[in-house]
């Protein structure tokens, strides 16, 4: 695992984190991602359902809710908005 290079590759839009081992490409994608695809490798192949899978998923669960939740936040307002906007011209 010494001779794997971990960096991230800013030319990308959005960045990417690359792990190369002797100038070969193995992975490219989210750091997250990265992490669980070199936990495999420590662990020829294999990750732990439990350990590694189940925690990823829970952030991703979060991060997932906080986007709801302020999508939700912005349509109220656009409604409230819109609202406002019909009142001031019927005047």
């Given at each position: 695992?010494?001779?794997i290079?971990?960096?991230?590759?800013?030319?990308?839009?959005?960045?990417?984190?690359?792990i190369?081992?002797?100038?070969?490409?193995?992975?490219?994608?989210?750091?997250?991602d990265?992490?669980?695809?070199?936990?495999?490798?420590?662990?020829?192949?294999?990750?732990?359902?439990?350990?590694?899978?189940?925690?990823?998923?829970?952030?991703?669960?979060?991060?997932c809710?906080?986007?709801?939740a302020?999508?939700?936040?912005?349509?109220?307002?656009?409604?409230?908005l819109?609202?406002?906007?019909?009142?001031?011209?019927?005047?």
């Amino acid at each position: 695992m010494a001779d794997i290079k971990r960096f991230w590759d800013h030319s990308a839009s959005p960045s990417q984190w690359v792990i190369k081992r002797e100038d070969v490409e193995l992975f490219r994608g989210t750091y997250d991602d990265g992490v669980m695809y070199l936990l495999s490798l420590e662990n020829a192949g294999m990750i732990s359902f439990k350990k590694d899978y189940i925690p990823a998923m829970e952030k991703l669960r979060k991060h997932c809710q906080r986007g709801y939740a302020l999508e939700r936040d912005l349509r109220r307002q656009i409604i409230k908005l819109k609202k406002e906007i019909k009142a001031y011209e019927s005047k």
